[in-house]
């Protein structure tokens, strides 16, 4: 397949314009020829119509007047006047007209070639019957017309009582060519062609002309498409003329808000690392310049600030790690190494690596576990984002105070809530501690030796398990976070909807003076 694929010739890519121009002429020369063939017929047919109808007339007359004239029964004398009107007749419509006496004779010819031979065409012998019949040939170019001629005496038919019966005696028949007319539809049918060749140019002019105008709305939106390529996230897009445009227009603008929120958070992310790192690198300066100011300083002097120095270097290396962990998340959240993990055994590990921190204000560590469970986590990972929280209920906890950690499932989910009986987190700052550096309380969390990023990197794990996290929270009386993840990974959902999902929410970086 792929390489069927791979083989296939692969066609350039059409202009747009270069279509419209050929669907306009090939629609509108379509349009022209069946005009122009429909206009040549119908002409040809009303012209042979015409004719016929003429020569039928012309017939009629003359066999009124034959009959009249009794001009069959008195074949030797002839009439003169008569005969002069059948020649003009004839040379009127070009054509030829013979008259047949009752025994097939022809007894005038207005060629004067015919006289006295027989004539037995079908055409004469239905006239006989008493029929008007016209006949001819559009190939052979002409039209023929036999028309009876009727005896001067009318007898009563004893069957029928009112209509008159009477005798054919003769047949008028008139042959005319008709190459005249058949000259006249081909004249038509040049005029139509030279007419339809110079339509054709006009809408080729025409069909270039709104090509173009159709096509440069598109023109225009790539034209600032382009320019948001090169750089110029400036640009507003607006292009109503049809909806589509209307939409696309809508669709780039928000694109190119979304690309200028993440710019300018891009900035405000880097400013605030730059910041982060600066400050335990200013501090040991400070440390190191005042040490060195001070003339044979004690050696216990000298301790106290190398200390400080380290636990600055400590700092900077917390921060350093942080920071990669939240980068490693982004890129490494496709291979989460998920697997069966016994909650309620993971949670004790934590609590017990975190006893240590916690008796050091006398602060209370619990955990509950309602219902055992294993969840499909990612150990390491989901370990760091219950420890921040655990941490943090420390740290930011009063003396003698506790902290719980409940577990808990039902049949979808598993439920971790970590509660606190420390500071609290104001309510209108309870979203924003999940934002990259945002401390509450900046001194206590440098005190403490927080980041500001412990939220964000739990935030994330949480989301990369599909999972969900709830902060409630007065100040003065404590915390509860609470996450919820569910027990098996769907494979469906993936590390895009993650970061969908964070995207939505708007997380943007924030900072904190
Ligand atoms: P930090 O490294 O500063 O602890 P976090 O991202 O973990 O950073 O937390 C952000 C801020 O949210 C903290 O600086 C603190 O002000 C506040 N905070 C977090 N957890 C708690 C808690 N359990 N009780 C009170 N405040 C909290």
Redo the contacts with the bound molecule.
């Keep these: 397949m792929g390489k069927k694929e791979n083989g296939a010739r692969r066609l350039p890519p059409l202009k747009l314009s270069s279509v419209l121009i050929g669907c306009f002429l090939a629609f509108g020369i379509l349009a022209l020829l069946i005009e122009g063939i429909a206009l040549t017929n119908t002409f040809r047919r009303m012209t042979a119509e015409s004719r016929r109808t003429e020569i039928q007339n012309r017939g009629q007359i003359l066999s009124t007047k034959l009959t009249r004239a009794g001009y069959l029964k008195n074949t030797a004398e002839g009439n003169s006047s008569l005969d002069a009107e059948m020649d003009t007749v004839a040379e009127a419509f070009n054509g030829r007209i013979l008259l047949i006496d009752g025994s097939y004779r022809v007894v005038r010819d207005s060629f004067g070639i015919a006289k006295g031979r027989y004539d037995i065409a079908p055409e004469v012998i239905r006239a006989f019957r008493g029929e008007n019949v016209s006949g001819g040939s559009q190939s052979r170019q002409y039209l023929i017309q036999a028309t009876p001629v009727y005896d001067t005496v009318v007898v009563r038919d004893s069957a029928d009582s009112g209509s008159p019966a009477r005798t054919v005696e003769g047949v008028l028949l008139f042959i005319c060519s008709t190459e005249a007319q058949n000259s006249e539809v081909s004249q038509l049918y040049t005029s139509i062609w030279i007419l339809s060749a110079i339509l054709i140019v006009l809408m080729a002019g025409l069909s270039i002309f709104l090509a173009h105008r159709i096509v440069k709305p598109f023109q225009d939106l790539l034209a600032a498409m382009n320019k948001v390529a090169g750089g110029d996230l400036s640009v507003n897009v607006e292009q109503n003329t049809y909806v589509i445009t209307k939409r696309i227009s809508r669709a780039l603008n928000a694109a190119l808000q979304k690309l200028k929120s993440a710019d300018q958070s891009r900035d405000e992310f880097v400013s605030n690392v730059s910041h982060e790192l600066k400050t335990p690198i200013t501090s040991i300066r400070v440390l190191a310049d005042s040490i060195m100011s001070v003339e044979n300083a004690p050696v216990e002097l000298y301790k106290d600030f190398m200390n400080d120095i380290s636990q600055e270097i400590d700092r900077e290396a917390k921060i350093i790690d942080?920071l990669l962990s939240l980068v490693r998340m982004d890129r490494t959240a496709a291979q989460l190494n998920r697997k069966p993990t016994d909650m309620h055994e993971m949670l004790e590990s934590i609590l017990k690596r975190l006893r240590p921190l916690a008796r050091v204000n006398n602060i209370e560590l619990t955990l509950e576990t309602v219902r055992e469970v294993k969840a499909d986590v990612d150990e390491t990972k989901f370990s760091m984002a219950v420890m921040?929280?655990v941490?943090?209920?420390i740290?930011?906890?009063v003396k003698d105070g506790w902290v719980k950690v409940t577990l808990d499932a039902d049949h979808q989910f598993c439920y971790i809530k970590?509660e606190?009986s420390?500071?609290?987190?104001p309510e209108d700052?309870q979203e924003a501690?999940?934002d990259?550096?945002?401390?509450?309380?900046?001194a206590?969390?440098?005190e403490?030796?927080?980041?500001?990023?412990?939220?964000?990197?739990?935030k994330e794990i949480v989301l990369l398990h599909q999972g969900i996290i709830r902060l409630s929270?007065k100040e003065g009386e404590?915390?509860q976070?609470l996450i919820r993840i569910p027990l098996i990974y769907a494979a469906n959902s993936t590390r895009t909807d993650a970061a969908e999902k964070r995207k939505s929410e708007g997380t943007q970086e924030r900072t904190q003076q």
Excluded: H, W
Aim: no cysteine; charged share 25%.
């Design positions: 942080d921040n929280l941490e943090n209920g740290k930011y906890n970590v606190d420390g500071i609290g987190i700052q501690v999940f990259r550096f945002y401390r509450v309380d900046k206590r969390s440098r403490t030796g927080g980041t500001g990023l412990g939220l964000t990197i739990t929270s404590g915390s976070f």
